[in-house]
């Protein structure tokens, strides 16, 4: 194995172990810590903000709103809607990177390898330049409103940025590299990396910044606010009525 | 870029709105209210004194930031920014240090960095002194991050120190002393109680009486002001519950609703609410019925409820006691008696603290000819802008919170009703102040007013 590999291959490693870590210490740092010195929040055993949500059910549903239709922001029309635009599409590019894995298994099972290629291919670089556009128009709403520039310090940008990055380098994947390399080349690199046999890294300088920009936002979340990805379930005020008293 | 809700601050009738943001040049700009912090002398009598620096300041706030609610909305912001323009005093100030998250990150540079050494404890004590406690940021805010509940650990930690202004601690002095924020001791409550009954009796021709430490069924717990500003409300709980024929009675020993514990620290919020369970205990009651105050119901749905079960004692409030016996058809009102158009304002801690909208909506559709709906109603609510122990009387502060009262004023104004209605004993001290300042035609009242009005009896 080449020393590039190595190196990027325990880049890898250690990206996954600090996520993975991380993101746990916070997330169970927030479900187990104390309410306060007398198991209270200074006094009050709940504190949840919604009238009527008397139910368990009604708090789920609170939350999954939230989640899924960012039902909060709803006097904020545009920033509502280009923020959906900006997590869905992220979200959907990162679950369609699963292909590298299922490939070949859509291929066995009958679907053309052209066929997934041109989906992915026209799917993919729609949502990347989605993903990239709304992620500008964020960073642009940061810096035009003086009181959110006031507020924002060094991560607000840098997760943006770094995110931006990660989005751009993977289009230029898509426009610069032969088709099917992702087939051919870099999904079995990535297999064997989850298999814990790593191989390789395939010498294209436009995947290797893509690899690098992944796994250093791997390592950046649980350092940074993307952890708020998170904090929704372990949010007292959304969640508190499933404490007991 | 500007945030167009501060527009209504240039459609007050008072015409008073562009020199009001005139004043607003800069991103920092508010009131310092630093000169209101209590004397020594004044806190003694709430068991304090005034010690520790801003060393002591960050080592209790970094024990207190090891708790559920610290943690998560210290660590878990992503600085979206919208919750800004959702807080009444960021839209009359257009401070960013009055903005939910501008207020969190003065405590959150802190947190995030235990090394800070020169914290600016004047401005964090000015600045957590005017948040309302409302919550409204709690609702719009992706995360649910709650910065009245930051601000009560802040003032927890202040209050320790003694660093607490004088208005607040002169009512926690007066409910120590006797039990009431009014400082009402027994024998004014007993004339005060011989006053509302002469007058019910001229009013509606019949002996209704307000017992007074008697032993009963059923404790009311008024505000203080209750029995001496607002007696309209009073009365109408009186004409209520004699109409029920119930065995009732309010105790000189326990005669406010409110509770300014909420809005200093977690002991005297428990102390307070210990004396109502205490009273009902020595008295005897199998109910407590608590009268219209926003944050002491808060406090009393949220800590009271449980003490009071723990004994056996149920916890009403008057709204979900009046509204059972109306839909038993217990009480005969005339609707015809409240012949205007009324808004219902949702006290904030009503809506985000206490889960009471429907009942206050439903008695008033039963009392009145007619309902309109502002805006921002149930948990959007705008907070009254004198929650939180701001609603003293002072010289500087006076126009700041006419200003931080406008927006919940202002939607009540624009749905076209005469009556603004709101069941809260703070908001009928700071509304028609606020209705006053802005010469706004709009009458406010409470709601068991009006139902006093409408009742047959
Ligand atoms: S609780 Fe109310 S006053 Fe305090 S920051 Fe939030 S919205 Fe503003
Ligand atoms: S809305 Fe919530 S997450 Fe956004 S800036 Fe305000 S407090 Fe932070």
């Known amino acids: ?245 | 870029m500007k945030y167009s809700i501060r527009d209504i601050i240039l459609e007050s009738p008072s015409g008073k709105g562009e020199e009001w943001l005139k004043r607003q040049k800069s991103l920092e700009w508010s009131y310092e209210i630093n000169e209101r912090l209590a004397k020594d002398e004044q806190l003694e009598k709430i068991f304090l004194k005034r010690e520790g620096k801003e060393k002591d300041f960050l080592d209790a706030f970094l024990k207190l930031g090891n708790t559920k609610a610290l943690r998560n909305f210290m660590e878990t912001c992503m600085h979206c920014g919208i919750c800004i323009d959702k807080c009444h005093m960021f839209i009359s100030t257009g401070d960013i240090n009055n903005s939910p998250v501008g207020r969190a990150e003065l405590v959150r540079r802190i947190y995030k960095d235990p090394r800070v050494k020169n914290v600016d404890l004047s401005k964090i004590y000015s600045y957590y002194y005017q948040c309302t406690e409302c919550r409204r940021c709690a609702v719009f805010c992706p995360n649910g991050i709650d910065q009245s509940e930051i601000t009560r650990n802040v003032r927890n930690v202040l209050t320790s120190m003694g660093i607490i202004p004088e208005y607040v601690v002169t009512t926690l002095a007066q409910v120590y002393r006797v039990g009431n924020n009014l400082g009402l001791n027994e024998k004014a409550i007993a004339s005060v109680v011989n006053f509302l009954e002469d007058d019910l009796k001229e009013e509606t021709g019949k002996e209704l009486r307000i017992p007074l430490n008697s032993k009963a069924d059923f404790l009311l717990i008024p505000s203080s002001t209750d029995l001496f500003v607002n007696t309209d409300t009073m009365k109408g709980y009186t004409k209520v519950l004699n109409a029920l024929n119930k065995k009732w009675t309010i105790s000189s020993r326990a005669t406010e609703a409110a509770n300014f514990g909420l809005f200093a620290s977690e002991k005297y919020l428990r102390d307070f609410g210990n004396f109502v369970v205490d009273e009902a205990i020595s008295l005897g009651v199998k109910t407590v019925v608590w009268g219209e105050c926003g944050h002491g119901w808060r406090s009393a749905s949220n800590y009271v409820r449980y003490e009071l079960a723990k004994n056996g004692i149920e916890l009403m409030h008057i709204h979900q006691f009046t509204l059972k016996a109306l839909e038993r058809g217990q009480l005969k009102v005339d609707k015809n008696k409240n012949d205007d158009l009324f808004n219902y304002h949702d006290p904030c801690n009503y809506a985000r603290g206490g889960n009471l909208v429907n009942e206050p909506r439903e008695i008033l559709k039963m009392v009145v000819r007619e309902t309109v709906e502002a805006k921002y109603t149930k948990e959007e609510t705008f907070c009254c802008g004198a929650g939180g122990g701001l609603l003293a009387d002072e010289k500087n502060w006076n126009e700041f919170r006419a200003w931080a009262g406008w927006p919940a004023v202002y939607y009540s104004w624009k749905t076209g009703a005469s009556y603004m209605i709101s069941p809260c004993a703070i908001d009928k001290a700071q509304f028609p102040y606020v209705i006053d300042y802005h010469k706004v035609p709009l009458k406010m009242k409470g709601l068991m007013d009006l139902v006093g009005y409408a009742l047959e009896i």
């Open chain 1, 1 to 245: 194995m080449n020393e590039i590999s190595l190196i990027l291959d325990a880049y890898f490693y250690i990206a996954i172990t600090v996520f993975l870590l991380g993101s746990l210490y916070y997330i169970i740092s927030w479900i187990f810590s104390k309410k306060g010195i007398t198991n209270t929040y200074l006094g009050f055993p709940n504190l949840f903000t919604y009238p009527g949500q008397v139910s368990k059910w009604d708090a789920i549903k609170n939350i999954l709103k939230r989640i899924f239709l960012f039902s909060s922001i709803k006097y904020d029309k545009s920033t509502r809607i280009i923020s959906l635009l900006f997590h869905y599409s992220l979200w959907i590019i990162i679950f369609a990177h699963f292909d590298l894995f299922l490939e070949p298994y859509l291929v066995s099972i009958g679907i053309g390898i052209q066929t997934i290629e041109t989906i992915s291919f026209f799917a993919g670089n729609t949502l990347a330049i989605i993903f990239i556009f709304s992620g500008l128009y964020l960073l642009y709403r940061r810096l035009s409103n003086v009181y959110l520039r006031k507020i924002s310090n060094i991560d607000d940008y840098l997760s943006l940025i770094l995110l931006l990055l990660f989005g751009f380098t993977g289009l230029l994947m898509r426009l610069l590299l032969p088709s099917f390399y992702a087939y051919n080349v870099v999904g079995p690199f990535i297999s064997s990396l989850f298999s814990f046999h790593p191989t390789d890294i395939p010498i294209a300088p436009i995947f290797i910044t893509h690899f690098i920009l992944a796994c250093t936002l791997v390592i950046y979340m649980p350092l940074s606010k993307l952890l708020h990805m998170f904090s929704f379930f372990t949010n007292p005020t959304l969640y508190s009525i499933f404490h007991e008293r």
